[in-house]
């Protein structure tokens, strides 16, 4: 089905054709970015096959209406339960979001509200919620904002109760590397496929070069992800880090289309490849590769490598090998930590784009060794 934004004395409409018919519909919104954001959600909604047929879903909320008459009153009473959800809209649509932050955090603490539906000044479903730490602060802080300014434009009267919620302190311990053995045998599990089931069509060997790069770079998923052979260069053995892939949250909150942007630091580092990472590259990269050919690509080498199939097929061998388990993104965690060991911590941060040795020692570098190797010795 085909859907096309249109607009009617201001207000934007979504045309599209069901059952032969040609049907109109009118979200409630005049922002651009907001009927655009509600057309692509319809359009996933129809291609994953749970379309709406009665369009409620996708029209914005009755809205207070403020009186544009000066002096009047435009407050909205505590007593008519205003629901969250209806001050949200309102609020995101006032700060002009490009569409891309709209569709991220933005797009996922409204699914929350969304979900629980709660009056504004009603604190007990969030305070149930179960966030980590740091999600939830970004969302008391999204909250706070929105009901902060419906009371600013006497949308409501009444007390911003999320004010007294005060920021969670993160208790996640922290990342914990693999060690060499661990390491080994996670490598020797997809090489030898020994959890795969024979009826698999895709083998767990054929990400077994992408893990390793992963393991002896230290670089981000992403970053491996959107290599290609034009940036590894033998001849001078360096490997060109620029570029990463991410999804296009331009297009939907919920698409899993790939785009590519420049690196999480904005900056280009060069990487040394030595004799390990050299074998591992030579002995994967294809005699008619182009230059512009991914360096990893997607299974029988269609579009990018799928990361979410990685993590399924990461998850089967850490189980099965009974190993803690850890997020794909624990390999940089480990690379840099080893880094740090055996050549200090400026040549981690160096390695990992980072100007600064705070962030490398508070969140990547972490002892991997045997304790008893380090201790002094000063006597025989």
Known sequence: MKFSLGKDKGNYRIDFTLDERRKRFYPGTSDELTAKNILRRMEFDWEQGHFDLTLQSYKLKNRPQTSSKPGSSAIVSKKTDVKLLTLWDRWVESL????????????????????????????????????????WNTRRRFIKSCISWALDERLIDGKNHWLSLKARRNTKTDAKPFTKAEVQKIIQAFESNQFCSVYSPCKHSYYAP???????????????????????????????????????????????????????????????????LRKVLVAHKPKDSKLDALVFPGARSKGTLDIDSFRKVWKQVLTGLGIDYRKPYNTKHTA?????????????????????????????????????????KFTD
């Open 210 to 276: 992408y893990l390793k790069f992963l393991l002896l770079t230290g670089v981000r998923p992403g970053e491996a992800i959107a290599l290609q052979w034009k940036h590894v260069d033998f001849d001078r053995n360096l490997i060109e880090i620029s570029e990463a892939m991410t999804r296009d949250l331009e297009y939907s909150p919920y698409t899993s289309h790939k785009i590519r942007k420049s690196t999480k630091t904005g900056e280009t580092r060069y990487l040394p490849i030595n004799d390990t």
């Open 96 to 135: 002009n979001l490009p569409l891309r932050v709209q569709n991220d955090h933005y797009h996922c603490c409204r699914a929350m509200i969304s979900k629980v539906d709660p009056i504004w000044d009603d604190l007990t479903w969030f305070l149930q919620s179960g966030l980590s730490a740091s999600t």
């Open 336 to 376: 840099l930590s080893q880094i740090a060991q055996d050549h200090g911590l400026l040549a981690a941060a160096k390695v990992a784009g980072h100007k600064s040795l705070d962030m490398v020692s508070r969140h990547y570098a972490r002892f991997t060794g045997d304790l008893k190797d380090v201790m002094p």
